[in-house]
Structure formats: C-alpha cells, structure tokens
C-alpha cells in the first residue's frame, strides 16, 4: 500500500512539475503590458511603436533624455519664449515656476496676438527620462492652472514598461500617474510584432459621448460600396462582452494587391463617462507596409489570427488595484 502511495504521489509531482514547465514556457511566450488603466497580454514579440496619452486634458510626453539634456532643453525653450515677443512688447514667457529639484512650469502666451489664453508647459526629470505635461487656460484661471498642473507634474513618476502598478491610476509611456478617481483622460497606442512587421494592434481610450455603434457604422460602410462589398469577407460579427465591457466585433478579410488578403479585426465599446469604461478600440490588422495595405501576404492563416485575437481580447482587462 505504502509502495502504491509513493508511486502515485511520484505522478502527483511529475505531473505539477511538467505543468509548471509548461506554464513558464507560455509566460516566456508573453507579455502583459499596462496601458491607462487597462492591463493586456500580447505575444513576446509585440514591442509599442507609438504611444500618446493625454491627462486630466494635458498632453501627456515622455522620451529617453540626460540630466545635463534635460536642463539643456528646458532652458533653451525657456530662452526661446523669452526673446520672442508678444504684441504688448513683453516677452511671450510670463512665469518659470520651480517644480521641486527636477522640473519646472513655463507660462506663456501662444502667440503675440494672444489676449484670454494662456500656454502652460510642465518638464520634469525622472531617471534618465523627460515627462513634459502641457495645456492651454483662461488669464482669469491662472492661480487653478498653476496649482493644478504642478500637482499632476509632481505626480507623475517612472517606470519600466514591463511594470504593472498596483495602486489605483494611470499609466503612460514609461510613467504611471496614481489617483483616486474620475479624470477625463485619453490614451492611443499602437504595437508592432517583431519579425511580424505586416502585424499591428492598436488601442484608443477615451472617455466621450456615446456615437454611432462598430456594428453599425460597418453596416452603413458595406451599403456605401454596392458591388465592391462582395470583396470584403465577414469572419464573425456581433455582440462580444469583455467581462463588464459590453462591446461589438467585427472581423473582416479585404482584399489587397496581387491576389493576397489582410485581416481587420475591430471591437469596440461606447462605455460610459467614466474612466474605468471610457469609449474603448482594439484594432488588429495583417498584411500591412507602414499603415497601408500594399499587397504583402499576412504572417497568419486565418486559424492563427482569430487565435490571436481571441488570446488578445481574453486579456484586455480592468487592472486591479489596491489601495497603498
């Protein structure tokens, strides 16, 4: 009996060891990515080729950059809005606000005609990146602007792009910005596949009044063509829930130069005017040079790209969050 145990423990083992092997494998196969305030696992192979994030109405940027590069640019921007000259015959810089130890607050008027409104960029330094937040407000809402900007600035804080916080917030390009709530905020990314260059996802969030369905704007789309329609091949289309996310997908084949065909997967939801389920896009296409159909042939056979799809859209998640 004590033989037959062991043995059966033996397969136990055997079997979790192979299973935690297999699942090592397959997280060596992906990568979940955090973006706004959302979360996504995509193949290993998918790297962000563009990304722009918009915050609270602040345009949101950030790139590689040197303490002593950081400085350069910021003074030399600052140099520029002070030689430049506004129709009163003042300079169009107005203000430069210190942010801490490492970024700083220029105001200025856009251009020299400029009377009501008034430009406000934001830069700070944060290991070996340049986050920079910037907006436009009314003379008459200087003393809000300022305070408000210089909070979300000293917000802000870095990141690695494989990172995927925990507390409650906003993630942008190498950066997160922790909050508690509603902010009107917009997020656009694009993914390239390595290797797979005809292969790009893109994903837009936003929070905006509900417009036109995917369904049936596809609808009115495929009457426009008449005849040229019979050329658009529909794989699936209808109704598909993310979890909470009430959505729509549409999934089509179009023809492309010499002979081949690209796939134009699209799901989107209306959502609500709310940040956790703002207006949301995920939009995968094949066969593509740059932005554009061009005739190359897809990476994936129809069996591989609804795989990919469905792996993409299971993953699109809410991220989950606890309070520090």
Not at 86 to 114: C, E, M, Y
Not at 192 to 201: A, E, I, T, W, Y
Not at 219 to 246: E, M, N
Request: charged share 25%; net charge neutral.
């Amino acid at each position: 009996m004590r033989l037959l145990a062991n043995y059966v423990l033996l397969i136990f083992v055997s079997f979790l060891m192979t299973w935690d092997f297999a699942m090592a494998q397959q997280n060596e196969k992906n990568k979940t990515w955090c973006i706004g305030r959302f979360m996504v696992t995509l193949p290993a192979n998918a790297e962000i080729k563009m990304e722009r994030d918009s915050y609270f109405f602040y345009t949101v940027e950030s790139k590689k950059s040197s303490r002593p590069e950081f400085n350069s640019f910021v003074n030399g921007r600052e140099e520029t809005l002070r030689k430049e000259r506004h129709k009163s015959g003042t300079p169009l810089l107005q203000k430069t606000i210190p942010v801490g130890s490492d970024g700083r607050l220029l105001t200025f008027w856009g251009n020299r005609s400029a009377s009501r409104l008034v430009n406000i960029e934001g830069y700070r330094y944060l290991n070996g990146r340049q986050f920079s937040i910037s907006d436009r407000f009314s003379i008459s809402k200087e003393q809000i602007a300022l305070t408000s900007t210089k909070a979300t600035l000293l917000s802000i804080r870095s990141r690695d792009r494989s990172e995927i916080p925990s507390a409650p917030g906003f993630c942008i390009d190498y950066g997160f910005i922790p909050d508690e709530g509603y902010n009107n905020e917009e997020l656009n990314v694009s993914f390239v596949f390595k290797g797979q260059p005809d292969m790009h996802l893109h994903i837009d969030t936003l929070i905006k009044e509900p417009g036109p369905t995917l369904l049936e704007r596809t609808k009115d789309v495929l009457s426009s063509l008449g005849s040229l329609a019979g050329y658009i091949h529909t794989v699936r289309s209808g109704k598909r829930a993310l979890g909470p996310l009430v959505g729509e997908e549409s999934l089509v084949k179009v023809p492309t130069e010499g002979g081949n065909t690209g796939h134009q997967f699209t799901w989107e939801t209306q959502g609500e005017d709310r940040s956790d389920y703002p207006f949301i896009s995920i939009v995968f296409e094949t066969a593509l040079k740059g932005d554009s159909l061009d005739g190359r042939p897809s990476s994936l056979n129809d069996k591989q790209a609804l795989e990919l799809w469905d792996s993409i859209l299971s993953s699109f998640r809410l991220r989950p969050t606890t309070k520090p």
